[in-house]
Every structure is written in structure tokens, then in C-alpha cells.
């Protein structure tokens, strides 16, 4: 059995690469075989993926090491019945702390990857006209949406990043974008929001480089979450925020919490969504159904 590792050196600013060297040194002195794919460019991992599947045996590992764009990117490439592994290296990691896996020690990560046990997860499966794939992580429409942007254009990411203060650059994001970001309408499962602000699909907890949007979500079920947080006064608004930050935002009457198997929506104008962190575009009065899939980890 060979480990195929697709790794993203680059992730978390350079950690990436620190973890992919640690970890095939070890690989190396225990004698555990394996092939490193390393992605040269953004968006490398679809190719790097084809390359794996097209060489690996039945037997062989895949083994996915960099932040929650890799891992995004990386498990849309693989088919449904493809089981991986998942050494989180990035910023933000959220993906990596929804399936509560060290953050640190890619050791003792590897070492329970090792000798696991196949175990269900599961992740969203979002179709619309336009737009289709699996989000590992979550699927924002609005305030999100516009602060990742937001955060991708702003070269104050890259200088917090420094000082590993992810969460604090989509902090300082959100606070510019909540001044200026319109409501909007949706209806979703026949419930109608007239003033949705931030409105986020996810499976597990974590948002934003480790805030629990969602705190009771599980990876290891096929509930939805969603929240949805109506465009009330601002100073209401702002006072939410460190509140979604420990958690106790469900307490509002303004932040509204379904759980389902789907959810179909439409919204009523065209809207920015962030998917596990990518920017795209939903139109108004497309149908966006959103379910989940099941896929196997070992971990
Ligand atoms: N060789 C490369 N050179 C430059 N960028 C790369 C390379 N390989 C991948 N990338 C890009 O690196 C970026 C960062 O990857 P990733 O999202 O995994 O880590 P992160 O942003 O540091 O962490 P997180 O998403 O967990 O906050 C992605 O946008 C990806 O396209």
C-alpha cells in the first residue's frame, strides 16, 4: 500500500510546505511508501487529482495536505466512492477542525490516519443552473459572500496572515462590509426572508478560520444547517457580532436556524456567493437545491 499525497505547499502561507516535509521525512523513516503531487499553480489539485487516480491501485491511499481551498478543490476532483485522508495546513482550517483533526501535530495525525478505519462524512451538494459541485466547508449567499471577496482583494489578508490572525482579517472584512451590504430576498423551503444580510448553508461548525456559525452541526450527518441573519439596525448588527464569535448568536430573534435534508431556494436578485471560500454568482430566480453527500475519510 503507498500513501498518494496531493499537497499544497503554498497553503497557510508557506505551512504547507512545512507539513509536507515533515511528514515525508517521517513517511521516510518508517519505511511507509508513498508518491507527493505537489500543485504548482492555483488550482492545480483537479489535474494533479486525475494523475493520482489514473496511477494509484485499489489498495493505495490518497492522502490531501493544505488549507480548505485544497481540500475543496481536491474533493471535487475524486469520485463519491473514493475514500482520502486530510493533514489541515492552511489559515483558516475549518474543514480540518469540523472533523476535530489537529491543527499541529501532523504526526500524531498521520498516525491515527494510518491505522483508521473508513468513517462517513458528510458534505453539500449544491445544482443550479450555473452552478454545481460539493462545498467541504460552507455555502454563503450575501454578507459572507461579500466579505470573503472582500477579504480575497484585500492585501490586509496577506499582512494578518503573517501574524496568523485569519479569523481577524475576515473580522476587520466583515465589520467594512456590514456598513455597506444591502439585504436581500429569498425564500427558501417556502419560508420567506425579506431582509436576509447573512445567509450560510453548512454541515459542520466552523466558518471564518474557526467561528462556530453553526456550533450543534456535525460532519458525520446528513443535517444542513443554515443561518440566516436578517438586515436589522446597525449597531444591532455589530453588537451580533462578537456574539456569533462565542456562540450565543441563536438567542437574537434576528438570526433564524433551520436544519434540513435540502433546502431549495430562490432568491429575488442576483447575489455574490462564497463556496468554501470562491466567489461565483447566483442569478435571481434560479432554483438553488442544496442536499448532501456522503463520502468516506479515513482519519
Ligand atoms: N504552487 C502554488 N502557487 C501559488 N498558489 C498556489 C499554489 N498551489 C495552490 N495555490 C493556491 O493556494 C491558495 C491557498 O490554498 P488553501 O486555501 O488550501 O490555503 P489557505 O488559504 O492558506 O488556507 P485556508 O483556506 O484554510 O484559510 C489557493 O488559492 C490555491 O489555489
Do not use: C, W
Not at 177 to 186: A, D, N, S, T
Not at 248 to 273: G, N, R, T, W, Y
Request: positive net charge.
Amino acid at each position: 500500500m503507498n500513501y498518494y499525497i496531493l499537497a499544497n505547499p503554498h497553503a497557510g502561507h508557506g505551512h504547507g510546505k512545512q507539513v509536507t516535509d515533515e511528514l515525508t521525512s517521517y513517511l521516510t523513516h518508517k519505511k511507509i511508501t508513498f508518491r507527493l503531487f505537489e500543485t504548482h499553480q492555483p488550482f492545480d489539485e483537479n489535474r494533479l487529482m486525475a494523475d493520482i487516480l489514473a496511477q494509484k491501485t485499489a489498495a493505495d491511499r490518497i492522502l490531501i495536505i493544505g488549507g480548505d481551498g485544497t481540500i475543496s478543490l481536491s474533493v471535487n476532483a475524486l469520485p463519491e466512492n473514493q475514500a482520502f485522508s486530510y493533514i489541515p495546513a492552511g489559515s483558516g482550517n475549518d474543514f480540518g477542525r469540523g472533523l476535530g483533526i489537529s491543527l499541529k501535530d501532523t504526526i500524531a495525525t498521520f498516525d491515527n490516519i494510518h491505522k483508521a478505519q473508513p468513517k462517513e462524512i458528510f458534505m453539500l451538494n449544491y445544482v443550479s443552473e450555473n452552478l454545481s459541485g460539493l462545498a467541504t466547508n460552507n455555502f454563503g449567499i450575501g454578507l459572507d459572500a461579500a466579505m470573503v471577496d472582500a477579504t480575497n482583494k484585500s492585501l490586509t489578508k496577506g499582512v494578518l496572515n503573517k501574524f496568523k490572525s485569519g479569523q481577524l482579517a475576515y473580522l476587520l472584512s466583515a465589520l467594512h462590509v456590514v456598513l455597506i451590504k444591502k439585504p436581500f430576498g429569498v425564500t427558501v423551503n417556502g419560508v420567506r426572508f425579506d431582509k436576509a444580510f447573512l445567509f450560510t448553508m453548512t454541515n459542520h461548525s466552523f466558518f471564518g478560520g474557526g467561528i462556530p456559525l453553526a456550533p450543534d452541526a456535525k460532519i458525520t450527518d446528513s443535517d444542513i444547517h443554515l443561518i440566516e441573519l436578517d438586515r436589522f439596525n446597525i449597531v444591532g448588527v455589530f453588537a451580533l457580532i462578537p456574539k456569533i464569535i462565542q456562540a450565543k448568536h441563536f438567542a437574537s430573534k434576528h438570526v433564524h436556524h433551520l436544519v434540513d435534508k435540502k433546502f431549495e431556494l430562490v432568491i429575488d436578485s442576483d447575489q455574490l456567493v462564497q463556496i468554501d471560500g470562491e466567489i461565483h454568482k447566483l442569478k435571481a430566480g434560479q432554483k438553488l437545491t442544496v442536499t448532501t453527500q456522503k463520502r468516506t475519510i479515513l482519519k
